[in-house]
């Protein structure tokens, strides 16, 4: 029998692994790697369904699509708010639970009603309408989660892990839904990302109890945006330059992306007749955009934003547009298309969303959360859902061909990337 001391034991060997990567005490370590694993869920399960959106979205009309951005704008509108109530006054650990379990619900009865024919129409509209809300409130929920379950001085040394949970997710979802495709189906996608919700969901109330023996500091946790919040971040950002600058740069990244988003969606839709064969080719994309994303994190952000400074990083999502209008404009095929959607993505994700969180770290925290929460979802939905307007009246009402469309871009993409590189000297006026 071993003798029991007050002296601590040496960590184990997987311990001392786990430590070469992030600052982890003993009593954490089963709980950051749950998190790990359900953020992985997570986000793996999210670009499941992923594609198959891709592919009723390209089975669709131009005035469909334009109509699904606008009902997702006004879906957001009114469940940002519904969320903000039912968190603040459901206990906490029935919320995650519960709401997974709607998700569930509703994606399974979408796996069952849309069967072998999903043909772009109404059935097809509100599948769109739900996959594109749906990021965002499961999103919201772990980061809850995670803020109930670790205090600040936690969460700086394990959410870099817990993160990168989510991003192993993005690529073994994609790669997942691209194997699977061709044997299972497309719709057959939903059901398997249901069940990978539903161990998240079980994994979730397993995690509160694993994490319950954690000592916290007490730090109370964000609560999510309201009406009131959403009310107050506009007022906030008509009223305050900076803010406003931040929020015409996601407005704008908004407005010419979806412009390739449809472009890519009509292009599939005319290019590629075997559904299944779409939802593959979606999913490559998601795989070749996530794996490009964590070398440019890992290898290249860290460095462009430390030495050359956030303008440079912002700047590269406006450059990468103003090239790929001048690119479609000349040659407007499916593949060129999917390019530019791959290269903004990934400057998107891994270079301009960074940036833009420095900029907020120059703004006190009430004034960053109601600003960020409206920028966030208001100015980000409202682009997607202004994008289709703009360019289906471009092109049907005013005749412009499309190639038009995208050189008549590039002055607004001009003026974005002239914005972008200002960002650093204005992040300087406001810590001045």
Known sequence: MTEQTGVEQPPSVSLGLLRRAVQIERMEVAAALGAFLMFALVLGGYYLIRPVRENISAEATADQRQLWFLLVFIVMLAAVPVFGWIVARVPRNAVLPGIYAVFIGLMLSFWLALGERADGGGLGGAFFVFASVFNLFVVSLFWILMSDIYDSEQAK??????????????????????????????????????????????????????????????????????????????????????????????????????????????????????????VQFFAERDLITSILTVVTQVFLAGRIMSRLGIGVAASLLPAITIAGLALYAALPTLQIVAAIMVAERVAAFALANPATKVLYTAVDADERYKAQSFIDTVVYRGGDAL??????????????????????????????????????????????
């Open 157 to 278: 040394r394990l959410y870099g892990f817990i993160a990168a949970g989510g991003t192993t997710g993005a690529v073994i979802g994609p790669f997942a839904a691209n194997t699977l495709v061709p044997i299972v189906g497309g719709e057959n996608l939903l059901l398997i990302a249901a069940l990978v919700f539903t161990v998240a969901a079980a994994l979730s109330i397993w995690l509160r109890t694993a994490a319950g023996a954690l000592p916290k500091n007490g730090a109370e946790a964000e609560a999510p945006p309201t009406l009131r919040t959403l009310l107050s971040g506009a007022e906030r950002v008509l009223r305050d330059s900076y803010l406003m600058r931040i929020a015409v740069y996601v407005l704008i990244a908004n407005l010419l992306s979806t412009f390739f988003y449809l472009e890519q969606a009509r292009l599939a839709g005319e290019t590629i007749r075997d559904a299944t064969t779409r």
């Open 387 to 432: 994008s289709g307007a703009v360019f289906n009246g471009l092109t049907k009402t005013m005749g412009w061909p499309l190639g038009l469309v995208a050189l008549a871009s590039i002055p607004l993409a001009t003026l974005w990337l002239a914005m972008a590189s200002r960002f650093d000297r204005a992040l300087r006026q406001r810590l001045s």
